[in-house]
C-alpha cells in the first residue's frame, strides 16, 4: 500500500497535469475562436493592395491570390487597378494604371470575402475603369456586400480633420482655459466652445478644412456660400 505522503504526491501531479491540460485546452479553444471569427479576404490580381487600415502591406506575405485576413469591423484599403491589354491600333501591348483610391467596407460573419473589378474585357473597357472604377464584394454565399469607394486625396484629407477635431476635444479645450488660470467652477460653457473653435483653427490646415466641407456640403449650402463670398468680396 502507498504510504500517505506517496498519496498525496499522486494527487497534486494529478491535479497539475488536469490544470495544465485545461489551461491548453482553453488556449487553444480561443486560437481557434480568433480563426474563426476572421474573415480571408481575396483580391483579384488585377487589383494591387498597398495599404490595408493604413498599414502598409509587405506583399512578400501575400499569397498569388493576394489573401488577407481581417477581423471584424470597418476596412479600408488603399488599391490601384494595372493590367495590360492588346492596343489593336498599334499592334502592342499596354498597360493599363489606375490612380490608387480606397475601399471602404464592413465585415461581420462572413468567412470568405473575393474583392474583384466589374468584368473587364478588352482595352476601351479598362480606360473606362480607371476613369470611374466600379467593385463587388460577395461572401462565400455569393452575396453582395456593401462598399464605398473613394479618392484618396479625399480620404487623407477626411483623416486629417478627424485628427484635429479629435486632438482638440472639448476636455482639451476646458484644460487649455484652466492652463491660463480661469476657474473651472465660473466658466461660460459659449466662451469654452469659442475656445475650443479657435484651438482647431490655430492647429487645423485651414485649406484641408474648407476643402473638406465644401466637399460635404450640399448644392443648396455651396450656393449660400458663394452668395456669402461673393457679397464679402463687394463689401471689400
Known amino acids: 500500500m502507498l504510504s500517505t505522503s506517496k498519496l498525496t504526491r499522486c494527487k497534486n501531479l494529478f491535479n497539475q497535469s488536469v490544470v495544465s491540460s485545461l489551461c491548453a485546452s482553453l488556449l487553444l479553444s480561443g486560437f481557434i475562436a480568433v ?4 474573415a480571408t479576404l481575396t483580391v483579384t490580381d488585377n ?25 471584424p469591423g470597418q476596412h ?16 502592342e501591348d499596354r498597360l493599363v494604371t489606375s490612380d490608387y483610391f480606397v475601399v471602404r467596407f464592413n465585415v461581420t460573419t462572413q468567412q470568405k470575402l473575393l474583392l474583384s473589378t466589374t468584368e473587364i474585357n478588352n482595352l476601351a473597357a479598362a480606360e473606362r475603369f480607371v476613369s470611374s472604377p466600379e467593385l463587388t464584394l460577395r461572401d462565400e454565399h455569393k452575396q453582395e456586400l456593401v462598399l464605398a469607394l473613394q479618392k484618396l486625396d479625399d480620404y487623407k484629407l477626411a483623416q486629417q480633420v478627424a485628427k484635429v477635431v479629435t486632438s482638440l476635444s472639448a476636455p482639451a479645450a476646458i484644460s487649455h482655459l484652466n492652463n491660463d488660470n480661469i476657474n473651472e467652477n465660473t466658466a461660460n460653457p ?10 482647431v483653427i490655430k492647429n487645423a490646415d485651414t485649406v484641408a478644412m474648407l476643402k473638406y466641407w465644401w466637399q460635404k456640403a450640399s448644392a443648396d449650402e455651396k450656393n449660400k456660400f458663394l452668395d456669402f463670398m461673393s457679397k464679402n468680396k463687394a463689401l471689400n
Request: charged content about 35%; overall charge negative; aromatic content about 10%.
Open 35 to 38: 480563426q474563426a471569427s476572421a
Open 47 to 71: 487589383l494591387i493592395v498597398r495599404d490595408v487600415d493604413d498599414k502598409t502591406v509587405d506583399h512578400g506575405f501575400l499569397s498569388k491570390k493576394q489573401q488577407l485576413e481581417l477581423t
Open 76 to 91: 479600408s484599403l488603399v488599391i490601384k487597378y494595372k493590367d495590360v491589354f492588346e492596343d489593336i491600333d498599334f499592334a
Open 190 to 199: 459659449i466662451t469654452d466652445d469659442q475656445t475650443f473653435s479657435e484651438q
